[in-house]
């Protein structure tokens, strides 16, 4: 299968930094994308960043300047590196290939189990 596998989450006080990774298989056909998303507690799952083959980028504009997604298609492996973490940062974080730059989720599938970020004020 192609479910993404995430791991590095974790629980830090405002203003730190975690880096997440997800590893999905590098090639699949017609989804050379790979997105992160984030889920709050009552919240619907939002766009976080996602990034192309070639390394075009896209943010949501909460996480500008703070968060890089980044990804090394030798290890089929996505990285989301997250510095100045604020409260509001706290979510389960999910990977996933897709098929645009987009943070819509109807372009994106085959979701991982998600990793939970935690950030205390």
């Known amino acids: 299968g192609v479910q993404a596998q995430e791991q590095g989450g974790g629980s830090v006080q405002a203003g730190g930094s975690l880096r997440l990774s997800c590893v999905s298989p590098t090639y699949i056909h017609g989804r050379s994308y790979r997105a992160w998303f984030r889920q709050a507690p009552g919240k619907e799952r939002e766009g976080v960043a996602v990034i192309g083959y070639g390394g075009s980028t896209l943010y949501a504009d909460s996480v500008k300047g703070r968060f890089t997604i980044s990804r090394d298609n030798s290890k089929g492996t996505v990285y989301l590196q997250m510095n100045n973490l604020k409260p509001e940062d706290t979510a389960k974080y999910y990977c996933?290939?897709?098929?645009?730059?987009?943070?819509?989720?109807?372009?994106?599938?085959?979701w991982g189990q998600g990793t939970q970020v935690t950030v205390s004020a």
């Open positions: 996933a290939p897709g098929s645009a730059l987009s943070l819509q989720e109807q372009w994106f599938n085959d």
